[in-house]
């Protein structure tokens, strides 16, 4: 069965240092998300990307983030700066046009996640 | 008003017994409310969803009341199986006749262990 994957599956870093992760969404996909999850919390939404623009963002995706598709099959989030706060697990999603279950509706599949620690 | 509700924070049932996680949302534009199962570790998998022209889902031993006037929701795990000890969050997003995809909102999970 096609998956999300992602990489790196942990990722270490100094603070103020740029970090990018890196996502393969499943292949016939169009709209793309990020996901973070601090340890022990809920999971919060980042942002989407469909039709290569950001289609919504949340309070948490300042300047400091930016998402890219560079080619046809991966996504990137990048952070510029990297602070204590942003360690967390992110989460790559996926969803496809039609969805495959409930009609009309935009089923989304995440990926293992990156663990990102900033020290 | 955006946000999910979910309780418990985490419950312990015994094998073969009915798991019940509940949860509430305020915003009524809200029209879709998955729910995501998680393992240590890895990134939250989607169990069963439903939308609120429908009471009830059914899927194996795993069910999802609606009850749109309450603006609530539940799971029910019938015949709890240790294997389903994981977190479960439930979820909700808005825009599916708008024909774009919305963000989740995640309620803020629970913990489920059972039990031998």
């Known amino acids: 069965e096609p998956e999300v994957t992602q990489t790196p599956s942990h990722q270490v870093t100094q603070m103020g240092q740029e970090v990018i992760l890196r996502c393969v969404p499943i292949?016939?996909?169009?709209?793309f998300y990020w996901y973070r999850q601090i340890l022990g919390q809920k999971v919060e939404f980042l942002v989407s990307?469909?039709?290569?623009?950001?289609?919504?963002k949340s309070e948490i995706f300042d300047d400091q983030f930016s998402v890219e598709r560079p080619d046809g099959s991966n996504f990137t989030l990048k952070i510029r700066s990297t602070k204590l706060e942003d360690s967390a697990m992110y989460f790559c999603?996926?969803?496809?046009?039609f969805g495959r279950g409930l009609a009309g509706t935009y089923e989304q599949y995440f990926g293992p996640g990156t663990r990102l620690t900033v020290t | 008003q955006q946000q999910v509700k979910q309780s418990p924070q985490s419950l312990i049932v015994q094998k073969g017994g009915i798991s019940i996680i509940n949860c509430a949302y305020e915003?009524?534009?809200?029209?879709?409310f998955p729910w995501y199962q998680q393992f240590p570790g890895k990134g939250p998998a989607l169990l069963i969803a439903?939308?609120?022209?429908?009471s009830e889902k059914k899927e194996g031993r795993f069910t999802i009341s609606f009850n749109k006037s309450a603006k609530q929701f539940s799971l029910h795990i019938m015949d709890s199986q240790p294997g389903d000890s994981a977190t479960y969050f439930c979820?909700?997003?808005?825009?599916?006749?708008?024909?774009?995809?919305?963000?989740?909102?995640f309620g803020t999970g629970t913990r489920l262990q059972v039990t031998l």
């Open positions: 990307f469909y039709n290569n623009e950001i289609s919504e």
């Open positions: 439903i939308r609120p022209d429908v």
């Open positions: 999603a996926s969803s496809d046009l």
């Open positions: 292949s016939n996909h169009l709209y």
């Open positions: 979820a909700a997003s808005g825009g599916i006749n708008t024909g774009t995809a919305s963000k989740l909102t």
């Open positions: 915003n009524t534009a809200f029209d879709y």
